[in-house]
Protein backbone atom coordinates (compact mmCIF):
# COMPACT_ATOMS: atom_id res chain seq x y z
CA UNK A 1 0.00 0.00 0.00
CA UNK A 2 1.96 3.23 -1.23
CA UNK A 3 2.22 5.71 1.49
CA UNK A 4 1.80 9.94 1.24
CA UNK A 5 5.06 11.17 0.27
CA UNK A 6 5.98 14.66 0.83
CA UNK A 7 7.78 16.43 -2.44
CA UNK A 8 11.33 16.43 -0.89
CA UNK A 9 10.35 12.90 -0.26
CA UNK A 10 9.82 12.32 -3.45
CA UNK A 11 13.24 13.62 -4.57
CA UNK A 12 15.53 11.96 -1.82
CA UNK A 13 13.75 8.60 -3.07
CA UNK A 14 14.60 9.63 -7.21
CA UNK A 15 18.16 10.09 -5.94
CA UNK A 16 18.48 7.18 -4.64
CA UNK A 17 17.07 5.29 -7.86
CA UNK A 18 19.31 7.80 -9.31
CA UNK A 19 22.41 6.63 -7.33
CA UNK A 20 21.12 3.13 -7.85
CA UNK A 21 21.14 3.25 -11.35
CA UNK A 22 24.40 4.62 -11.28
CA UNK A 23 25.42 1.62 -9.00
CA UNK A 24 24.13 -1.05 -11.49
CA UNK A 25 25.73 0.52 -14.64
CA UNK A 26 29.61 0.83 -12.60
CA UNK A 27 29.09 -2.60 -11.39
CA UNK A 28 28.34 -4.07 -15.22
CA UNK A 29 31.48 -1.94 -16.05
CA UNK A 30 33.69 -3.64 -13.33
CA UNK A 31 32.12 -7.29 -13.71
CA UNK A 32 33.41 -6.96 -17.55
CA UNK A 33 37.10 -7.82 -15.94
CA UNK A 34 37.84 -10.36 -13.16
CA UNK A 35 40.61 -8.10 -11.68
CA UNK A 36 37.65 -5.96 -10.55
CA UNK A 37 34.80 -8.17 -10.89
CA UNK A 38 34.18 -8.56 -6.74
CA UNK A 39 34.36 -4.72 -6.74
CA UNK A 40 31.19 -4.30 -9.20
CA UNK A 41 29.57 -6.86 -7.60
CA UNK A 42 29.83 -5.09 -4.03
CA UNK A 43 28.88 -2.00 -5.91
CA UNK A 44 25.34 -3.80 -7.67
CA UNK A 45 24.73 -5.05 -3.98
CA UNK A 46 25.21 -1.76 -2.40
CA UNK A 47 22.74 -0.34 -5.10
CA UNK A 48 20.05 -3.22 -4.47
CA UNK A 49 20.27 -2.37 -0.96
CA UNK A 50 19.92 1.45 -1.54
CA UNK A 51 16.78 0.65 -3.92
CA UNK A 52 15.29 -1.56 -1.50
CA UNK A 53 15.12 0.92 1.34
CA UNK A 54 13.99 3.17 -0.91
CA UNK A 55 11.07 1.68 -1.94
CA UNK A 56 10.40 0.50 1.69
CA UNK A 57 9.85 4.42 2.26
CA UNK A 58 7.28 4.25 -0.53
CA UNK A 59 4.91 1.73 1.76
CA UNK A 60 2.55 2.47 4.39
CA UNK A 61 4.32 2.04 7.63
CA UNK A 62 1.50 0.18 9.34
CA UNK A 63 0.12 -2.19 6.66
CA UNK A 64 3.16 -2.90 4.41
CA UNK A 65 6.61 -2.99 5.71
CA UNK A 66 6.38 -6.27 7.32
CA UNK A 67 5.20 -7.85 3.55
CA UNK A 68 8.81 -6.46 3.10
CA UNK A 69 10.53 -7.86 5.83
CA UNK A 70 9.10 -10.87 5.33
CA UNK A 71 10.21 -11.21 1.60
CA UNK A 72 13.84 -9.38 2.51
CA UNK A 73 14.03 -11.97 5.06
CA UNK A 74 12.74 -14.93 3.28
CA UNK A 75 14.48 -14.06 -0.22
CA UNK A 76 18.05 -13.15 1.84
CA UNK A 77 17.92 -16.64 3.28
CA UNK A 78 17.27 -18.51 0.55
CA UNK A 79 20.26 -16.70 -1.68
CA UNK A 80 22.56 -17.21 1.57
CA UNK A 81 21.48 -21.12 1.45
CA UNK A 82 21.79 -21.73 -2.15
CA UNK A 83 25.28 -19.52 -2.15
CA UNK A 84 26.33 -21.89 0.66
CA UNK A 85 24.85 -25.38 -0.09
CA UNK A 86 24.47 -25.53 -4.25
CA UNK A 87 28.49 -26.79 -5.54
CA UNK A 88 29.87 -24.86 -8.64
CA UNK A 89 29.09 -28.05 -10.49
CA UNK A 90 25.12 -27.14 -10.16
CA UNK A 91 25.33 -23.31 -10.67
CA UNK A 92 23.88 -23.76 -13.94
CA UNK A 93 20.37 -24.93 -12.61
CA UNK A 94 20.62 -22.15 -9.92
CA UNK A 95 21.14 -19.46 -12.58
CA UNK A 96 18.46 -20.98 -14.33
CA UNK A 97 16.32 -21.28 -11.68
CA UNK A 98 16.95 -17.94 -9.97
CA UNK A 99 15.93 -16.36 -13.70
CA UNK A 100 12.59 -18.06 -14.05
CA UNK A 101 12.04 -17.11 -10.29
CA UNK A 102 13.12 -13.75 -11.96
CA UNK A 103 10.43 -13.71 -14.96
CA UNK A 104 7.91 -15.27 -12.95
CA UNK A 105 7.96 -12.42 -10.40
CA UNK A 106 7.80 -9.89 -13.53
CA UNK A 107 4.58 -11.52 -14.61
CA UNK A 108 2.89 -11.65 -10.88
CA UNK A 109 3.22 -8.40 -10.30
CA UNK A 110 2.07 -6.88 -13.69
CA UNK A 111 -1.25 -9.64 -13.18
CA UNK A 112 -1.93 -8.46 -9.64
CA UNK A 113 -1.53 -5.10 -11.18
CA UNK A 114 -3.79 -5.64 -13.86
CA UNK A 115 -6.81 -7.06 -11.80
CA UNK A 116 -6.10 -3.66 -9.38
CA UNK A 117 -6.78 -1.69 -12.05
CA UNK A 118 -9.94 -3.59 -12.95
CA UNK A 119 -11.85 -4.25 -9.88
CA UNK A 120 -15.31 -4.32 -11.55
CA UNK A 121 -13.78 -5.01 -15.10
CA UNK A 122 -13.48 -1.37 -15.75
CA UNK A 123 -11.39 -0.73 -19.05
CA UNK A 124 -7.87 0.30 -18.68
CA UNK A 125 -5.95 2.77 -21.00
CA UNK A 126 -3.73 1.22 -23.45
CA UNK A 127 -0.63 2.28 -22.69
CA UNK A 128 -1.32 0.58 -18.98
CA UNK A 129 -2.56 -2.62 -21.11
CA UNK A 130 0.32 -2.52 -23.17
CA UNK A 131 3.14 -2.53 -20.25
CA UNK A 132 1.00 -4.84 -18.17
CA UNK A 133 0.32 -7.39 -21.25
CA UNK A 134 4.62 -7.34 -22.06
CA UNK A 135 5.51 -7.81 -18.90
CA UNK A 136 3.18 -10.60 -18.18
CA UNK A 137 4.11 -12.19 -22.13
CA UNK A 138 7.91 -11.94 -21.99
CA UNK A 139 7.90 -12.68 -18.03
CA UNK A 140 5.93 -16.35 -18.12
CA UNK A 141 7.60 -17.32 -21.26
CA UNK A 142 11.08 -16.86 -19.31
CA UNK A 143 9.78 -18.47 -16.13
CA UNK A 144 8.54 -21.34 -17.41
CA UNK A 145 11.29 -21.50 -20.37
CA UNK A 146 14.26 -21.33 -17.11
CA UNK A 147 12.01 -23.99 -15.42
CA UNK A 148 12.68 -26.67 -18.70
CA UNK A 149 16.13 -25.29 -18.72
CA UNK A 150 16.38 -25.86 -15.05
CA UNK A 151 15.11 -29.50 -15.38
CA UNK A 152 17.23 -30.52 -18.71
CA UNK A 153 20.35 -29.09 -16.95
CA UNK A 154 19.69 -31.26 -13.39
CA UNK A 155 19.57 -34.01 -15.76
CA UNK A 156 15.48 -34.20 -14.20
CA UNK A 157 14.77 -34.97 -17.87
CA UNK A 158 16.52 -35.76 -21.04
CA UNK A 159 19.15 -33.15 -22.41
CA UNK A 160 18.63 -34.39 -25.98
CA UNK A 161 15.93 -31.64 -27.94
CA UNK A 162 12.36 -32.80 -28.00
CA UNK A 163 10.74 -32.46 -31.01
CA UNK A 164 7.27 -33.43 -32.39
CA UNK A 165 5.63 -33.47 -35.86
CA UNK A 166 4.47 -29.75 -36.87
CA UNK A 167 6.29 -28.63 -33.88
CA UNK A 168 6.59 -25.05 -35.64
CA UNK A 169 3.19 -24.85 -36.68
CA UNK A 170 1.81 -25.43 -32.91
CA UNK A 171 4.27 -22.41 -31.96
CA UNK A 172 3.41 -20.44 -34.44
CA UNK A 173 -0.08 -21.43 -33.39
CA UNK A 174 -0.06 -20.41 -29.82
CA UNK A 175 2.04 -17.09 -30.79
CA UNK A 176 -0.70 -15.97 -32.55
CA UNK A 177 -3.28 -16.83 -30.12
CA UNK A 178 -0.82 -14.80 -27.76
CA UNK A 179 -1.20 -11.79 -30.13
CA UNK A 180 -4.65 -12.08 -30.82
CA UNK A 181 -5.27 -12.33 -26.69
CA UNK A 182 -2.91 -9.42 -26.16
CA UNK A 183 -4.38 -7.04 -28.23
CA UNK A 184 -8.06 -8.21 -27.15
CA UNK A 185 -6.57 -7.32 -23.55
CA UNK A 186 -5.11 -3.46 -24.70
CA UNK A 187 -8.26 -2.78 -26.96
CA UNK A 188 -10.90 -3.84 -23.15
CA UNK A 189 -12.19 -5.88 -25.49
CA UNK A 190 -13.49 -8.71 -23.08
CA UNK A 191 -10.27 -7.78 -21.53
CA UNK A 192 -9.79 -9.75 -18.21
CA UNK A 193 -10.47 -13.26 -20.09
CA UNK A 194 -8.22 -12.27 -22.96
CA UNK A 195 -5.33 -11.51 -20.61
CA UNK A 196 -5.51 -14.42 -18.81
CA UNK A 197 -5.43 -16.50 -22.25
CA UNK A 198 -2.59 -14.22 -23.16
CA UNK A 199 -1.12 -15.81 -19.92
CA UNK A 200 -1.65 -19.02 -20.22
CA UNK A 201 -0.88 -19.52 -24.00
CA UNK A 202 2.53 -17.54 -22.87
CA UNK A 203 3.26 -20.08 -20.12
CA UNK A 204 2.99 -23.03 -22.61
CA UNK A 205 4.45 -21.42 -25.48
CA UNK A 206 7.68 -20.68 -22.63
CA UNK A 207 7.76 -24.69 -22.37
CA UNK A 208 7.81 -25.71 -25.96
CA UNK A 209 10.16 -23.19 -26.79
CA UNK A 210 13.01 -24.81 -24.48
CA UNK A 211 11.96 -28.23 -25.10
CA UNK A 212 13.48 -28.12 -28.81
CA UNK A 213 16.62 -27.01 -27.53
CA UNK A 214 19.71 -29.80 -27.20
CA UNK A 215 22.73 -29.76 -24.44
CA UNK A 216 25.13 -28.24 -26.16
CA UNK A 217 23.11 -24.77 -26.89
CA UNK A 218 22.18 -24.38 -23.43
CA UNK A 219 24.59 -21.76 -22.75
CA UNK A 220 23.11 -19.91 -25.38
CA UNK A 221 19.18 -20.44 -24.59
CA UNK A 222 20.03 -19.61 -20.67
CA UNK A 223 21.75 -16.01 -21.86
CA UNK A 224 18.39 -15.46 -24.19
CA UNK A 225 15.98 -16.60 -20.75
CA UNK A 226 18.37 -14.06 -18.85
CA UNK A 227 17.48 -11.11 -21.40
CA UNK A 228 14.11 -12.49 -21.16
CA UNK A 229 13.60 -11.57 -17.77
CA UNK A 230 15.33 -8.24 -18.05
CA UNK A 231 12.98 -7.38 -20.26
CA UNK A 232 10.02 -8.06 -18.53
CA UNK A 233 11.42 -6.42 -15.49
CA UNK A 234 11.89 -3.60 -17.45
CA UNK A 235 8.17 -3.79 -18.73
CA UNK A 236 6.91 -4.37 -14.93
CA UNK A 237 8.82 -0.96 -13.91
CA UNK A 238 6.74 1.18 -16.88
CA UNK A 239 3.26 -1.06 -15.13
CA UNK A 240 4.43 0.54 -11.46
CA UNK A 241 5.95 3.44 -12.70
CA UNK A 242 9.45 2.65 -10.94
CA UNK A 243 12.90 3.97 -12.85
CA UNK A 244 15.01 1.56 -11.12
CA UNK A 245 12.94 -1.10 -12.38
CA UNK A 246 13.35 0.49 -15.62
CA UNK A 247 17.18 1.46 -15.51
CA UNK A 248 17.95 -2.45 -14.21
CA UNK A 249 15.67 -4.43 -16.14
CA UNK A 250 16.97 -2.25 -19.44
CA UNK A 251 20.68 -3.03 -18.75
CA UNK A 252 20.09 -7.28 -17.97
CA UNK A 253 17.69 -7.13 -20.85
CA UNK A 254 20.81 -5.48 -23.15
CA UNK A 255 23.40 -7.30 -21.65
CA UNK A 256 21.88 -10.43 -21.72
CA UNK A 257 21.12 -9.97 -25.63
CA UNK A 258 24.41 -8.95 -26.30
CA UNK A 259 25.70 -11.82 -25.01
CA UNK A 260 23.33 -13.96 -26.55
CA UNK A 261 24.71 -12.83 -30.01
CA UNK A 262 28.23 -13.43 -29.30
CA UNK A 263 27.67 -17.08 -28.15
CA UNK A 264 25.83 -17.41 -31.31
CA UNK A 265 28.79 -15.99 -33.31
CA UNK A 266 31.25 -17.86 -31.39
CA UNK A 267 29.38 -21.04 -32.70
CA UNK A 268 29.42 -19.56 -36.23
CA UNK A 269 25.30 -20.60 -36.07
CA UNK A 270 22.67 -17.95 -35.83
CA UNK A 271 20.05 -17.49 -33.29
CA UNK A 272 17.80 -18.75 -34.98
CA UNK A 273 19.27 -22.19 -35.86
CA UNK A 274 19.89 -22.31 -32.21
CA UNK A 275 16.36 -21.95 -31.20
CA UNK A 276 14.69 -23.82 -34.17
CA UNK A 277 17.13 -26.44 -35.61
CA UNK A 278 16.89 -29.03 -32.93
CA UNK A 279 21.07 -29.47 -32.57
CA UNK A 280 21.99 -32.74 -31.02
CA UNK A 281 18.50 -34.59 -31.61
CA UNK A 282 19.99 -37.48 -34.27
CA UNK A 283 23.85 -37.83 -32.87
CA UNK A 284 25.51 -37.68 -35.89
CA UNK A 285 28.76 -40.10 -36.58
CA UNK A 286 31.70 -38.07 -37.41
CA UNK A 287 34.08 -41.24 -37.09
CA UNK A 288 37.37 -41.84 -40.13
CA UNK A 289 34.90 -43.04 -42.53
CA UNK A 290 33.18 -39.58 -43.14
CA UNK A 291 36.75 -37.96 -43.37
CA UNK A 292 37.86 -37.43 -39.70
CA UNK A 293 41.65 -39.00 -40.42
CA UNK A 294 40.93 -41.18 -38.00
CA UNK A 295 42.26 -44.69 -37.32
CA UNK A 296 39.35 -46.55 -35.88
CA UNK A 297 40.50 -47.37 -32.59
CA UNK A 298 41.76 -45.27 -29.73
CA UNK A 299 44.46 -45.79 -27.49
CA UNK A 300 44.28 -45.96 -24.17
CA UNK A 301 47.27 -44.37 -21.72
CA UNK A 302 48.31 -44.63 -18.03
CA UNK A 303 48.89 -42.55 -15.76
CA UNK A 304 53.00 -43.03 -16.09
CA UNK A 305 52.71 -42.19 -19.58
CA UNK A 306 51.14 -39.12 -18.99
CA UNK A 307 52.51 -37.58 -16.27
CA UNK A 308 56.22 -38.34 -18.19
CA UNK A 309 54.71 -36.68 -21.06
CA UNK A 310 53.75 -33.48 -18.76
CA UNK A 311 56.61 -33.57 -17.24
CA UNK A 312 59.18 -33.01 -19.94
CA UNK A 313 56.94 -31.16 -21.92
CA UNK A 314 57.85 -26.92 -22.81
CA UNK A 315 54.41 -26.10 -23.43
CA UNK A 316 51.10 -27.71 -22.33
CA UNK A 317 47.90 -26.25 -22.88
CA UNK A 318 45.11 -27.73 -20.51
CA UNK A 319 41.47 -27.80 -22.05
CA UNK A 320 38.91 -27.77 -19.64
CA UNK A 321 35.37 -28.80 -19.82
CA UNK A 322 32.06 -29.89 -18.14
CA UNK A 323 34.09 -33.12 -17.39
CA UNK A 324 36.18 -30.83 -14.92
CA UNK A 325 33.25 -29.09 -13.67
CA UNK A 326 31.38 -32.64 -12.81
CA UNK A 327 34.73 -33.73 -10.96
CA UNK A 328 35.25 -30.60 -9.43
CA UNK A 329 38.74 -31.05 -10.28
CA UNK A 330 39.49 -27.36 -10.61
CA UNK A 331 41.76 -27.39 -7.78
CA UNK A 332 43.81 -30.11 -8.61
CA UNK A 333 43.98 -29.31 -11.85
CA UNK A 334 45.45 -25.84 -10.39
CA UNK A 335 47.52 -27.49 -8.36
CA UNK A 336 49.14 -29.58 -11.11
CA UNK A 337 49.62 -26.60 -13.61
CA UNK A 338 52.03 -25.21 -10.80
CA UNK A 339 53.77 -28.63 -10.42
CA UNK A 340 54.52 -28.60 -14.26
CA UNK A 341 55.68 -24.52 -13.67
CA UNK A 342 58.06 -25.83 -10.85
CA UNK A 343 59.58 -28.05 -13.98
CA UNK A 344 59.69 -25.29 -16.00
CA UNK A 345 56.68 -26.04 -18.41
CA UNK A 346 54.82 -23.14 -19.47
CA UNK A 347 50.83 -23.95 -19.06
CA UNK A 348 48.00 -22.44 -20.35
CA UNK A 349 44.46 -22.79 -20.32
CA UNK A 350 41.97 -22.74 -23.50
CA UNK A 351 38.86 -21.55 -22.96
CA UNK A 352 35.94 -21.90 -25.27
CA UNK A 353 32.78 -19.78 -25.40
CA UNK A 354 30.23 -21.97 -24.66
CA UNK A 355 32.24 -24.91 -22.76
CA UNK A 356 30.30 -25.81 -19.67
CA UNK A 357 26.46 -24.94 -19.17
CA UNK A 358 26.31 -21.36 -19.03
CA UNK A 359 28.46 -18.17 -20.08
CA UNK A 360 31.87 -18.34 -18.22
CA UNK A 361 31.20 -21.57 -16.33
CA UNK A 362 34.91 -22.64 -16.96
CA UNK A 363 36.19 -19.00 -15.97
CA UNK A 364 34.36 -19.31 -13.23
CA UNK A 365 35.33 -22.96 -11.77
CA UNK A 366 39.21 -21.54 -12.35
CA UNK A 367 39.11 -18.38 -10.65
CA UNK A 368 37.26 -20.33 -7.87
CA UNK A 369 40.38 -22.51 -7.68
CA UNK A 370 42.87 -18.99 -7.87
CA UNK A 371 44.05 -19.49 -11.49
CA UNK A 372 45.91 -16.59 -12.88
CA UNK A 373 43.57 -14.90 -15.47
CA UNK A 374 46.56 -14.31 -17.60
CA UNK A 375 46.96 -17.68 -17.95
CA UNK A 376 43.12 -18.53 -19.37
CA UNK A 377 43.26 -17.64 -23.14
CA UNK A 378 40.56 -16.99 -25.23
CA UNK A 379 39.52 -19.44 -28.30
CA UNK A 380 41.14 -16.73 -30.64
CA UNK A 381 44.40 -16.23 -29.00
CA UNK A 382 45.14 -19.79 -28.25
CA UNK A 383 44.14 -21.86 -31.47
CA UNK A 384 47.44 -20.69 -33.30
CA UNK A 385 49.23 -22.06 -30.52
CA UNK A 386 48.50 -25.87 -30.68
CA UNK A 387 50.91 -26.68 -33.07
CA UNK A 388 53.77 -25.31 -30.78
CA UNK A 389 52.23 -26.89 -27.94
CA UNK A 390 53.32 -30.37 -27.00
CA UNK A 391 50.88 -31.72 -24.80
CA UNK A 392 47.19 -30.72 -24.55
CA UNK A 393 44.76 -31.81 -21.72
CA UNK A 394 41.33 -32.07 -22.72
CA UNK A 395 39.60 -32.20 -19.78
CA UNK A 396 35.52 -33.96 -20.91
CA UNK A 397 35.66 -31.10 -23.62
CA UNK A 398 34.16 -32.99 -26.07
CA UNK A 399 31.96 -31.09 -27.95
CA UNK A 400 34.42 -27.82 -28.51
CA UNK A 401 37.27 -30.08 -29.40
CA UNK A 402 35.77 -32.14 -32.14
CA UNK A 403 37.65 -32.20 -35.36
CA UNK A 404 34.30 -32.62 -37.21
CA UNK A 405 33.16 -28.82 -36.72
CA UNK A 406 35.99 -28.14 -39.13
CA UNK A 407 36.39 -31.62 -41.54
CA UNK A 408 32.59 -33.67 -41.68
CA UNK A 409 30.37 -31.31 -43.62
CA UNK A 410 27.37 -33.97 -42.88
CA UNK A 411 28.10 -33.17 -38.61
CA UNK A 412 25.64 -30.75 -36.85
CA UNK A 413 28.39 -28.66 -35.86
CA UNK A 414 29.96 -28.26 -39.39
CA UNK A 415 31.22 -24.41 -39.16
CA UNK A 416 31.43 -24.17 -35.54
CA UNK A 417 34.32 -22.67 -34.51
CA UNK A 418 36.11 -24.90 -31.89
CA UNK A 419 39.74 -25.59 -29.71
CA UNK A 420 42.43 -27.00 -32.39
CA UNK A 421 43.83 -29.19 -29.93
CA UNK A 422 44.28 -31.82 -32.77
CA UNK A 423 46.60 -29.78 -33.92
CA UNK A 424 48.77 -30.30 -31.09
CA UNK A 425 52.38 -32.82 -30.82
CA UNK A 426 50.24 -34.87 -28.29
CA UNK A 427 46.62 -34.84 -27.01
CA UNK A 428 45.23 -36.86 -23.75
CA UNK A 429 41.70 -36.54 -22.88
CA UNK A 430 40.43 -37.79 -19.37
CA UNK A 431 37.44 -38.79 -19.97
CA UNK A 432 35.77 -41.42 -17.61
CA UNK A 433 34.47 -43.18 -20.97
CA UNK A 434 33.83 -43.05 -24.40
CA UNK A 435 30.09 -41.95 -24.54
CA UNK A 436 29.30 -38.61 -26.69
CA UNK A 437 29.09 -35.39 -24.61
CA UNK A 438 26.11 -33.82 -24.06
CA UNK A 439 25.04 -32.75 -27.91
CA UNK A 440 25.22 -36.36 -27.84
CA UNK A 441 27.84 -36.27 -31.07
CA UNK A 442 30.73 -38.53 -31.56
CA UNK A 443 34.24 -36.79 -31.93
CA UNK A 444 36.84 -38.33 -34.04
CA UNK A 445 39.37 -36.76 -31.87
CA UNK A 446 39.87 -39.60 -29.74
CA UNK A 447 40.68 -41.95 -32.75
CA UNK A 448 43.61 -39.92 -34.01
CA UNK A 449 46.78 -41.29 -34.07
CA UNK A 450 48.17 -38.43 -31.63
CA UNK A 451 44.94 -38.87 -28.92
CA UNK A 452 45.89 -40.99 -25.68
CA UNK A 453 42.60 -42.11 -23.25
CA UNK A 454 42.81 -41.32 -19.94
CA UNK A 455 40.36 -42.96 -18.34
CA UNK A 456 38.27 -42.20 -15.07
CA UNK A 457 37.04 -40.08 -12.49
CA UNK A 458 38.95 -36.39 -13.81
CA UNK A 459 39.94 -35.16 -10.36
CA UNK A 460 41.17 -38.82 -9.46
CA UNK A 461 43.11 -38.98 -12.56
CA UNK A 462 44.75 -35.75 -12.00
CA UNK A 463 45.57 -36.39 -7.99
CA UNK A 464 47.61 -39.55 -9.65
CA UNK A 465 49.03 -37.38 -11.98
CA UNK A 466 50.45 -34.49 -9.47
CA UNK A 467 51.45 -37.46 -7.35
CA UNK A 468 53.20 -39.10 -10.45
CA UNK A 469 54.89 -35.84 -11.59
CA UNK A 470 56.31 -35.51 -8.56
CA UNK A 471 57.57 -38.45 -8.58
CA UNK A 472 59.79 -37.49 -11.50
Known amino acids: MPAEITGANQIAIDAAYLVTGIAFILGLRFLSNPKTARLGNTISMAGMALALIATGFQLDF ?60 NPVSWD ?20 VAFLKLQELMTGRPITYPAQQVVNGAIALAIVVAAGMTIANVDAVPAYFVALAAAALLGILFVLPIGGADMPVIISLLNSFTGLA ?10 NVLIISGALVGASGTLLTMLMSKAMNRSIANVLFGAFGKVSTDAGPTQGSGGSGTVREATVDDVATMLAYAKHVVIVPGYGMAVAQA ?29 PGHMNVLLAEANVPY ?39 IYGMPILDVDKAHNVVV ?40 KAL
Not at 85 to 106: C, D, I, R, W
Not at 381 to 388: A, G, K, M, Q, S
Open 62 to 121: GAAWWILAVGLGGGAAVGIYSARAVKMTAMPQMVALFNGAGGGAAAMVATAEFLRENPGL
Open 128 to 147: QSLAVVLSTIIGAISFTGSI
Open 233 to 242: AAMTGFVLGN
Open 330 to 358: QHSVRELADQLEKKGVEVKYAIHPVAGRM
Open 374 to 412: PALCDMEDINPEFPRTDVALVIGANDVTNPAARNVPSSP
Open 430 to 469: LKRSMKPGFAGIDNPLYELPNTMMLFGDAKASIDNLIGAV
